[in-house]
């Protein structure tokens, strides 16, 4: 796929920001395998609904089928690697003064791609826990094929993502806000921006008066709100969008 023109009104916006904001799904890790949610064919869920895997409820009711469909990500995602979406974020952070990546993916990436504090809205797929008492539970074999108890409790470990129904981690939740009603610039790349708070963060963004940019091939509910909209994937429009600012900074400081 042709690398898609950047428009120049948008690079512009992008090399005059003060704080950028990123927010990732599942589309950006596409690229590397790692299926999404709602994508027909390979969709995680096409199968299952959410709800009955993604929630405490299922998990209770059947906690070795739910862990093994973590067990199953996680095989998936440690055989996957980072792809071109994920390393020019990484580039980004060092061609705009201030960047804040959130992701609502748990497959840990970003920060494999070199990404320096990802925010991990959903929590991460490799963090277990106990769902009784909480305590991290850093210590679970791999492959581990059913789910282990808990050494202080004797609950069910669980693993460290945040399911339907549960509350967004409340450091991640506020710093992740902060950053969306800071920004100048918020960049939403590869998400439906159908799950909720996360999807409100562009919004807040976009009510505080930042530029919204949307990256994702098709068209989601935010893009009547953007700015800009890119219809491309994310492994071709941001290394685009990196290439094309990294030159026009560079033009910024000969230009001096
Ligand atoms: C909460 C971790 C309250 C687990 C996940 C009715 C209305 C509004 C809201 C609700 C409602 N009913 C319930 C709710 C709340 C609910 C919600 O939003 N439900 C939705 C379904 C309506 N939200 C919650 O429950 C949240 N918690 O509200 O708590 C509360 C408050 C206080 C105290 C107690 C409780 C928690 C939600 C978190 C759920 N956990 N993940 C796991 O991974 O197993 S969500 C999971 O799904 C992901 O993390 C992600 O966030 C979401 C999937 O979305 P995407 O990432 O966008 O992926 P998707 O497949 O949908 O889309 C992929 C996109 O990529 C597509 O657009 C595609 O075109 C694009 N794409 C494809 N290829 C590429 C690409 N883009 C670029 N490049 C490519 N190559
Ligand atoms: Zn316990």
Redesign the pocket.
């Known amino acids: 796929m042709a690398a898609p023109q950047v428009p120049g009104e948008l690079l512009d916006r992008l090399a005059t920001a003060r704080h950028v904001v990123v927010l990732?799904?599942?589309?950006?890790s596409?690229?590397s395998g790692v299926p999404?949610?709602?994508?027909a064919q390979t969709?995680?869920?096409s199968r299952f609904r959410?709800e009955q895997?993604?929630t405490v409820a299922a998990f209770e009711s059947d906690p070795p089928t739910v862990w093994a469909?973590?067990e199953w990500?996680r095989d998936l995602v440690g055989k996957a690697e980072p792809n071109p979406?994920h390393l020019a974020l990484a580039r980004l952070e060092a061609l705009v003064p201030r960047l804040t990546l959130v992701t609502?993916?748990?497959d840990g990436l970003h920060r494999r791609a070199g990404s320096r504090d990802p925010i991990e809205?959903?929590?991460n797929?490799f963090e277990n826990r106990c769902l009784d008492c909480g305590l991290q539970a850093d210590d679970v074999p791999r492959p581990c094929p059913s789910p282990p108890r808990c050494i202080a409790c004797r609950g069910w470990i669980r693993?460290g993502?945040?399911?339907?129904?549960?509350?967004?981690p409340a450091a991640a939740l506020a710093r992740s806000f902060a950053a969306a009603e800071d920004c100048d610039l918020f960049l939403s790349?590869?998400?439906?921006?159908?799950?909720?708070?996360?999807?409100g963060l562009a919004l807040a963004a976009k009510r505080h008066g930042a530029t919204l940019v949307e990256?994702?091939?098709?068209p989601?509910s935010l893009a009547r709100h953007a700015d800009f909209v890119l219809s491309?994937?994310?492994?071709?429009?941001l290394p685009a969008m990196c290439d094309a600012l990294a030159r026009r900074v560079e033009v910024n400081i000969h230009a001096r």
């Open positions: 990732t799904g599942a589309g950006v596409a690229e999404t949610f709602r994508d969709g995680l869920w959410p895997l993604a469909w973590y990500r979406g609502q993916n748990v809205f959903h929590g797929l693993p993502v945040v399911w339907f129904g549960e509350a967004i790349v590869g998400t439906s921006a159908e799950v909720y708070p996360a999807a990256v994702n091939p098709l989601t491309a994937a994310s492994g071709t429009a």
